[in-house]
């Protein structure tokens, strides 16, 4: 089955706007690893508060992130069927690429001396 299957553009979208930051990437590694606080999140980068909440909302918008409370403190965690999404939107792009390749072998492959056919 195809994972990108109902996937639509605007969620690919989302999902590569999300990861085109690199302290969001950094962000989404480590809630990957295990949930994390916003706050803990925040004290690992030289920004404010604020624009770390912000960085967590893209990926959470993106369904990169869910969050949960627990007190006061707000908690995320990595959604690893987010990710294969964006694998498998990666491995469309790969097969299309090889489609292309091994289209070109074969027109190569026609015009190789010798070749009768």
Known sequence: M???EGIDEDAADALFHALS??????ILRRVL???????TLAASYDMSFAAV???VAVLER?????????????????E???VRTVTALLD??????RGRVAAIDRLLALDE???TT
Request: proline share 2%.
């Open 92 to 97: 469309e792009f790969e097969q299309v690429w």
């Open 21 to 26: 930051d690199r302290t969001r990437r950094d």
């Open 80 to 82: 690893v069927d987010a």
């Open 53 to 55: 909440q912000k960085h």
């Open 2 to 4: 195809n994972t990108t």
């Open 33 to 39: 690893a295990g949930e994390h606080s916003v706050s």
């Open 62 to 78: 993106a369904g990169l992130v869910s969050k949960r409370r627990s007190g006061r403190e707000a908690l995320a965690t990595g």
């Open 113 to 115: 001396p010798g070749d």
